[in-house]
């Protein structure tokens, strides 16, 4: 079965304080894998698509990066409007096109 | 309209009525997907449609959840016979084609009491 973990649950980061976001995955054969942010009472944001091992992704802050069972998303020197929750989300090959999704992340920074 | 629209926002309504929930999604994208999220959660899939008919339908948790897009645009989610554990935040988002990623609504806040 298809399946998605992320880890830690919540993150507390002072402002400036660059950590990493884990995501695994147990999914047959990858089609891609995405990261989105969640702010509340909102839908989730779309940041990246990736879709091999060794492929790296950038914006801002945020660089996304993948193995073949793992993605990690680096966030270098947070900022408070960083804060959200970060969903990690998978597409099968052999699942058409649903993407099965994450329990996210939740990033707190603190000013 | 340059986002996916969801209407309502909010949804309050008795356990055993029915409910549709709407969703304009993006002037062109053929991939329309509904999800729903709890408390918590990470979105959990329900259907995906591209153009008018559904592609996948393998999330509907029962026969109470229907969804149609009859022109290929707008989408609805019906349900029937509401129960308490409906109640959820329903997701819809929209993309080019399949495969992309996705442009989710804000979402309809369904509370059955």
């Known amino acids: 079965e298809d399946q998605v973990t992320q880890s830690p649950e919540a993150l507390r980061l002072q402002e400036g304080e660059s950590s990493s976001l884990n995501c695994s995955y147990t999914?047959?054969?990858?089609?891609?894998l995405f990261w989105y942010r969640q702010d509340p009472g909102k839908g989730p944001e779309f940041l990246f698509t990736l879709y091999s091992a060794g492929e790296e992704k950038e914006k801002e802050r945020l660089k996304a990066t993948l193995t073949k069972k793992e993605s990690f998303l680096h966030i270098t020197a947070p900022k408070p409007e960083d804060s959200a929750t970060y969903l990690c989300?998978?597409?099968?090959?052999?699942?058409?096109?649903?993407?099965?999704f994450g329990a996210g992340t939740r990033l707190f920074v603190k000013a | 309209g340059a986002g996916v629209s969801q209407t309502p926002s909010n949804k309050v309504t008795e356990k055993g009525k029915y409910v549709e929930l709407r969703c304009d999604p993006i002037s062109g994208h053929t991939a329309l997907y509904w999800y729903r999220q709890s408390l918590g959660q990470g979105p959990e899939f329900l259907i995906y449609f591209q153009g008018t008919g559904a592609a996948d339908d393998s999330g509907l948790p029962n026969d109470r959840f229907f969804a149609v897009r009859p022109e290929g645009s707008v989408s609805t989610l019906k349900i029937q016979r509401t129960e308490r554990g409906d109640s959820a935040v329903y997701l819809c988002?929209?993309?080019?084609?399949?495969?992309?990623?996705?442009?989710f609504g804000s979402g309809t806040r369904l509370t059955v009491v």
């Open positions: 988002a929209s993309s080019p084609d399949s495969g992309y990623g996705y442009t």
């Open positions: 989300a998978v597409q099968a090959s052999t699942g058409g096109f649903k993407t099965i």
């Open positions: 999914v047959s054969g990858l089609r891609g």
